[in-house]
Each structure stands twice: as C-alpha cells, then as structure tokens.
C-alpha cells in the first residue's frame, strides 16, 4: 500500500455552530454593506478628481486603475494573514487600508496632489480585495449544500452600499468648498471605522496546522479544467464591469450630463450589482453554476448593446443596471465554481489565486478606458467589450464538453 493511501486525514478547524455560522454571515453582509461604499465613492468620484488634478486628461481615470492595482497586489497578502492568524486579522487590516483611503484622499484634493490620490486609492483597493473575501469566509460558516446561499447572502449586503455610497456622494461632495468631494473621503473614512466595529464580532475559527502546511500543488489545482473556466468567467465579469463603470461617469459628464445624474446611475448600477445576491444562491442551486454565468455574460452584452444604442440618461443607467445585473450572475457563479475546485485545507490559497488574477487582469481594464474614451469616444469602449465575452462562452462550451467526455469514459 502506499503511503499516500496510509496518510491520515488532515485535521481541519472545527465547524462552527448554527447559530454561529448564521451570525458571522449576518456581520459579514453588514460589514459588505458599509465597505461597499469605498468602492462606490472611489468609482464615482476617481475619474472626476482625476481629471481636475491630473497633468493630462488621458490620465483622469489613473487613480481608479491604481484603485484595482491595489486589489490586485493585496490580495495575496490578505490570504496570507488569514492563513496564519485567521480572517478576521485580515478583514481588520483591510479596514485600517479604508480609513487610510478617506484620510489621504481628502488631503490629497486640498493640497491639489494628484500623485497623494493615487496613492490614496490604492489603500482603497486593498480594502476592496479584502471585503470581496467576505464571500468566502460566509461560505466556511455554513454546510457545504448552504454555501452558494451563504456567499450570495454576504453579496446582498452590498445593495445597502448601492444607496450608502452615491447618496455620500451628493450630500458631502460640496460640504467643504472649495474643495470638491473632500468632506466626502472624510465621511468614507468614518463608514469604514464603523465597519471595523461591526468586523469585531465576527468569530471564525482559527487556521489549523492542516490549512497552513497541506494542500496540493497550486499549479494541479490551477490546471484543472473547471477551475480554469471558473478564473476566466470571474475575470470577464470584473474585467468588463470595471471597464464600462470606470469610463460611465466620464462618458456622462463629457456628454454633458450632470454630476447628479451620474451618482444616481452608478446608485442604480450598485443595487443591480447586489441585490440579485438574494437570489442568485437559489439560482445556482437549481440550475448551476455555469448556467447563471452563461445569464450574466448574456446580461453583459446586452448592457453594451443598449449603450451602443444612445447617449441620453436613460441609456447610461439602463446600460449601468444590466451591466451590475450581469456582474452578479457572473461573478458569484464563477465563485461557485471556485468553491468546487479545491479541498477544505486549500482554500484560502487557491481563493486567493483566484482573486488576485481576476483582480490583476482587471487592472488593465482600468487602465485602458480611461485612454480609449479619451482618444476614441464611447462607442468604442462599448464595441471593445464584447470580445471578452466570446472568450467567456468558449470557456464555458470548453468545460461542457470536457466534462461529457469524462461521464462517458468513467
């Protein structure tokens, strides 16, 4: 016999009771709920200061590529600290990384310092990368036929930052003139302290030996065909949603629509990212995952095709909901699928590659739109995004077709 036939079973921490399990996703939705707003108030505003403080025009949208530059870069460094000294250490440190973002942003506009704001936001895409994890620690609190329920529970808290942030947005952003949008980094800053105390109660147990040391290689983790399909679908979500969201609000102003009407589309867009979460859950449960990812590329499309159709307010926030609809199908479904690809001792590593190639590739999203919709208008960053999608859909067909192979060969 073997010795990996002999190995004994890792030893992993124990399960948490019901009604524990039950409270941590409760916190955890609370706490999505209060951090979403960094990510909205960064969204809304990044591009706008940007182009006020920014040497060129080209480089308006920079602080929001730096934003998920810095979700990219954290990420793994977030997943280490939970592996060592558990989730909520990191969900700690991510929202001391919130607080900082307000404080320096709100500087970084007195002072007229483009390059302070940029770095500002890359504090508020670590705090992002960490509150993404939330989803994932939902899903170690529960049973796993409960776990799709779970993360999208954490999910829908984030409805709740589709009107914090926006409405932030409008009742701060003039409170301190002359300096557009200060008060508001000031008043991000406090609703991440709040969310830090909530952050508190969260009890989770802490890393065994087993989920520090055990696991296989992730390079035969990452090779797996469902896990491949799972990262890419992830990325084409992200990936489009950022490009689209990011170059919306410039889109708008430079079509001559005002500030306001901007805050209420990305308000829209924000609620449509999260409130399908109460039911996505069930979706995925009923029909599978790669089904309601399939429905949220068809949304993603869609949302370009209305874009595409008209530059009048209707069109911008119709073109904001479908996309924040379509991110939700596909990028829960792609956690799911996530959620299927590794063993309980691997996860926090292979959540964490996970993240931080959705979140790098994501990045040049970011980073290209703001240069497209300078040099090309629009329309093109509308026509751009479609060809992600088609990669998507190969995946998708790719993973089908393997998985009739194998069910016929086994």
């Known amino acids: 016999m073997s010795q990996a036939a002999i190995e004994p079973a890792p030893k992993l921490a124990p399960a948490l009771p019901a009604r524990s399990g039950t409270g941590n996703v409760a916190r955890l939705a609370i706490a999505q709920a209060l951090a979403g707003a960094n990510s909205t108030v960064v969204y809304a505003t990044g591009a706008i200061v940007g182009n006020m403080l920014a040497p060129s025009p080209v480089l308006a949208t920079l602080p929001i590529s730096i934003f998920v530059v810095?979700?990219?870069?954290?990420?793994?460094?977030?997943?280490?600290?939970a592996r060592r000294h558990g989730r909520r250490a990191a969900f700690l440190a991510g929202t001391g990384c919130g607080v900082l973002v307000g404080l320096l942003s709100a500087l970084a506009i007195v002072s007229g310092s483009f390059w302070l704001f940029c770095a500002a936001t890359f504090f508020g895409g670590a705090y992002a990368a960490v509150v993404l994890s939330f989803r994932f620690a939902a899903a170690d609190c529960v049973s796993p036929e409960q776990?799709?329920?779970a993360l999208s529970a954490v999910m829908a808290g984030g409805v709740f930052a589709g009107v914090i942030g926006p409405q932030l947005v409008t009742h701060t952003m003039d409170l301190w003139p002359p300096y557009l949008f200060a008060a508001t980094f000031l008043a991000q800053a406090v609703v991440a302290a709040v969310s830090a105390l909530v952050l508190l109660g969260v009890r989770l147990p802490m890393p065994s030996a087993a989920e520090t040391s055990r696991g296989r290689p992730l390079g035969a983790i990452a090779r797996q065909p469902r896990f491949?399909?799972?990262?890419i679908c992830g990325v084409v979500s992200y990936l489009l949603m950022n490009f689209l969201m990011t170059a919306a609000p410039l889109a708008m102003h430079l079509c001559g629509l005002s500030q306001e009407d901007a805050n209420l589309g990305l308000q829209w867009h924000v609620i449509a990212m999260y409130a399908p979460s109460f039911v996505t859950g069930r979706l995925i449960a009923r029909f599978g995952a790669p089904r309601v990812v399939a429905a949220g590329l068809a949304l993603t499309a869609a949302s370009a095709a209305v874009g595409l159709a008209g530059v009048d307010v209707a069109h911008f926030w119709l073109t904001l909901v479908l996309l924040g609809v379509g991110w939700n199908f596909g990028f829960v479904g792609a956690s799911a699928l996530v959620l299927e690809c590794h063993r309980p001792e691997e996860r926090t590593r292979v959540q964490s590659l996970n993240d931080f190639i959705v979140f790098g590739t994501m990045a040049l999203g970011s980073f290209s739109s703001g240069g497209l919709l300078a040099s090309y208008g629009w329309d093109v960053v509308l026509w751009i995004s479609f060809l992600p999608i088609l990669l998507a859909v190969g995946?998708?067909?790719?993973t089908a077709a393997v998985r009739t192979t194998n069910t016929r060969l086994g």
């Not at 810095?70 to 600290?81: E, F, H, S, V």
């Not at 491949?228 to 990262?231: D, K, L, N, Y």
């Not at 995946?395 to 790719?398: E, F, K, P, R, S």
Request: glycine share 8%; aromatic share 4%; net charge positive.
């Open 70 to 81: 810095g979700m990219a870069a954290c990420t793994l460094p977030a997943g280490a600290i």
């Open 147 to 149: 776990r799709p329920r």
């Open 228 to 231: 491949i399909t799972a990262v």
């Open 395 to 398: 995946a998708l067909v790719w």
